[in-house]
């Protein structure tokens, strides 16, 4: 069975510091990998993936994460964090050879930027 | 890109009363469509499987005469909470992806629908 660890339930941070949420993952099989942002009483939306290829990934609003698969992470990163990203952020996690309906969420992080 | 609507966003109804959340994919054709359930500060919990013209799929645990699933054409899906009660209250969230795509692209999420039961 596949599992997705959020590691903080909270991360408080100062305006224009950076960021990391981390992720990590256990699978026996290939994976795909979402972020995805929501925002207080709103639906969710994708901030970036992993499908395959580079390991990489750059998404919207600045945010990055990177793929290690010795590690099993894929942690979401951002240089510099506004007021406006304050939300809850999910790791999600997807088997290759499975379906959506298949999905892992993750615990989620809340993420608060100080002014 | 691509937009899924849900409606309504917020909803207050009596014990024992029935509600309709209607969820649309507005600019795509979606086949599929996945029905969320988050509680206060939690993840979300996936409820059922809609899928076009067909029985919905539940989830274990989820009772489909409590929930009730319609996914009527290619760009609508809803769900009745029927006989509703406090304990249904909750943020619903439906997804859908586009028909055809290839699995490992992105869900799209409609912007959630909160039901408070009196």
């Known amino acids: 069975a596949q599992s997705v660890t959020q590691l903080d339930s909270q991360v408080p941070v100062f305006e224009e510091a950076p960021v990391e949420l981390r992720c990590n993952y256990s699978?026996?099989?290939?994976?795909?990998l979402f972020w995805y942002v929501q925002y207080p009483n709103q639906g969710l939306q994708l901030l970036l993936k992993?499908?395959?290829?580079?390991?990489l990934v750059k998404g919207i609003n600045g945010f990055e994460a990177e793929f290690n698969k010795s590690q099993t992470s894929f942690h979401l990163r951002k240089p510099s964090v506004h007021i406006s990203d304050t939300a809850e952020y999910f790791c999600?996690?997807?088997?290759?050879?499975?379906?959506?309906?298949?999905?892992?969420f993750g615990s989620g992080t809340q993420l608060t930027v100080l002014p | 890109g691509a937009v899924v609507s849900q409606h309504p966003s917020w909803v207050i109804c009596k014990s024992g009363t029935s509600v309709k959340i209607e969820c649309r994919s507005l600019d795509f054709q979606a086949t599929t469509m996945f029905w969320y359930r988050q509680f206060p500060k939690q993840s979300l919990m996936l409820m059922a499987t809609s899928n076009e013209g067909s029985k919905a799929t539940y989830e274990q645990g989820v009772e489909k005469d409590k929930f009730l699933i319609n996914h009527a054409s290619l760009t609508l899906s809803t769900l009745t909470v029927t006989s509703a009660h406090p304990e249904d209250s909750s943020f619903y969230i439906c997804?859908?992806?586009?028909?055809?795509?290839?699995?490992?692209?992105?869900?799209?999420f409609g912007e959630g629908s909160r039901l408070t039961v009196l």
């Open positions: 992993y499908l395959s290829g580079s390991t």
């Open positions: 999600v996690l997807g088997l290759s050879s499975g379906s959506a309906r298949q999905l892992t």
């Open positions: 997804s859908a992806r586009i028909a055809g795509g290839r699995w490992g692209g992105e869900l799209f």
């Open positions: 699978s026996s099989v290939s994976v795909y």
